[in-house]
């Protein structure tokens, strides 16, 4: 079966980041590069992943870059702002909706690609 995007209706928490604001160019931008961004805040700060240090760190990367990116990538901007019009009128994609679900709230830069926990359970002695 096709899955199919719906519009969302405006007041849904499905078109909200999780502090209940619209999302921007720069939240696509960060998904969209989110492995690169982890790489340069590592490779120019020297700080590995984690740590309260390497989040301040990491936000300052991504204003960093997507300033760079709006001043060299006009063009590729708009393509941006198109998908974070999608975002905000149906939703992210799943990867970015898992993320809010998967990671520290504070953080959302869990490591690609996130494995789910294995959950066995228990019922009249028998394993499901």
């Not at 991504?62 to 901007?77: A, C, G, S, V, Y």
Request: one cysteine or more; hydrophobic letters at 30%.
């Amino acid at each position: 079966m096709e899955d199919v995007e719906e519009e969302a209706p405006p007041d849904s928490t499905n078109v909200k980041r999780i502090f209940g604001k619209p999302y921007t160019a720069r939240d696509v931008f960060r998904a969209k590069n989110e492995q690169y961004i982890k790489m340069k805040t590592m490779e120019k700060y020297g700080v590995e992943p984690g740590g309260n240090l390497f989040v301040g760190r990491y936000q300052q990367m991504i204003t960093e870059l997507f300033n760079q990116f709006k001043e060299d990538e006009p063009d590729e901007l708009k393509e941006v702002e198109k998908e974070v019009e999608i975002w905000n009128r149906r939703k992210p994609p799943k990867e970015e909706q898992q993320k809010y679900v998967l990671c520290p709230p504070s953080t959302h830069i869990c490591p690609l690609p996130v494995e789910l926990p294995v959950v066995q359970y228990k019922l009249n002695d028998l394993f499901f």
